[in-house]
C-alpha cells in the first residue's frame, strides 16, 4: 500500500513539473515562438516593416501598458525590449510579468537586463529563452548580444563574432551601452579590454552595423560611434533618471522603420 502510494505521488509529482515546464515556455514569453510569429508575419510582406525599441520597464506597469498600447498604433511587426523587465529576476516577478502582457496582440522580443538575472541566468533562459540569438529578415539581421552582467563573455563575443557581418544589413541590440563619453556615468563596469565590448565594437564598425539599441540608462539619448547610430531607449516605465543632464528624461519609445530606400527612426514620447 505505501508502495502505491509513493508511486501516485510521483506521479502527480511528475505531472506537475511537466504543466509547469509547459507554461514557461509558452506564449507570450518564449523567445524561439515570438520569433517565429515574427517570420510568419513578415512572409506576407516585401514592402518593408517597422519595430518598436523600449526597454527598462521594470516595477512601471501602468505605464508600460500604455506605451504597449500606443505602439499598437504604429502597427509594428514587433516590440523589441532591451531588458530589465523584471526588478530582481525571481520566478513569482517573471510570472507576474507574463500576466501583464497575456493579452498583448503583437511579438515581443526580450534580451537580458541586469535586474533580470539578480539571481543568475537561469529563471531567465527558462522563461524567455536563449541570451544571445539572432534572425534575419530578408537582407536585415536582427542580433541580441548579452552584456547583463556588466561585460561581453567570451561566449558571446564568439556569437557575435559569428553573426555580425557585412554580408546583412545588421542592427544590434544589447542592455548596457558601452562605457563612452556621457554614458560612462552609468554602463558597462569592465573596461574596453576585459569587458570585451571594444572587440564587439570593431566588430560593429567593420560590419558597417548602421544602428545599436540600448537600455539601461532610463531616459532616451542618441550618439554616433565610428559611423554607427548608438541609440538608447530605456523609457519603458522604470523610474527616470533626472539625475543625468543628457537626453531626453520622459517615458516612451523608438519607432524604427525599415524600407527598401533605407533606415529611419525616431522617438515618440508617451502622452
Known sequence: MKK???LVMWFLILICFTCTSSLVSATPLSLDQNIKAVLAQQAESSEGFDFVVTGDSRDG??????????????????????GDIVGTGRPFEY???REQIASYDIPILHLPGNHDVLFGEKTF???????????????????????????????????????????????????????????AVHAMTDNEETGH?????????????????LGHIHLYDE???????????????ARLYGEYNFGKIEYGFVLVQIRPNGITHRWVPLD
Request: glycine share 8%; charged share 25%.
Open 4 to 6: 502505491r502510494n509513493l
Open 61 to 82: 506597469a501602468e505605464v508600460y501598458e500604455r506605451l504597449l498600447n500606443r505602439a499598437r498604433a504604429f502597427k509594428p511587426l514587433f516590440i523589441l525590449n532591451t
Open 95 to 97: 510570472e507576474k510579468y
Open 125 to 183: 533562459h527558462a522563461y524567455i529563452g536563449e541570451s544571445n540569438w539572432y534572425f534575419d529578415l530578408g537582407r536585415f539581421r536582427i542580433i541580441a548580444l548579452d552584456n547583463a552582467m556588466g561585460k561581453f563573455s567570451v561566449e558571446t563575443v564568439t556569437f557575435a563574432r559569428k553573426t555580425i557581418t557585412s554580408q546583412k544589413i545588421c542592427l544590434v541590440a544589447f542592455h548596457m551601452p558601452p562605457a563612452i563619453g556621457r554614458w
Open 197 to 213: 565590448w571594444g572587440e564587439v565594437m570593431d566588430l560593429i564598425r567593420k560590419a558597417k552595423v548602421p544602428m545599436v539599441l
Open 223 to 237: 550618439m554616433n560611434i565610428d559611423g554607427t547610430k548608438y541609440i538608447i531607449s530605456a523609457g519603458g516605465g
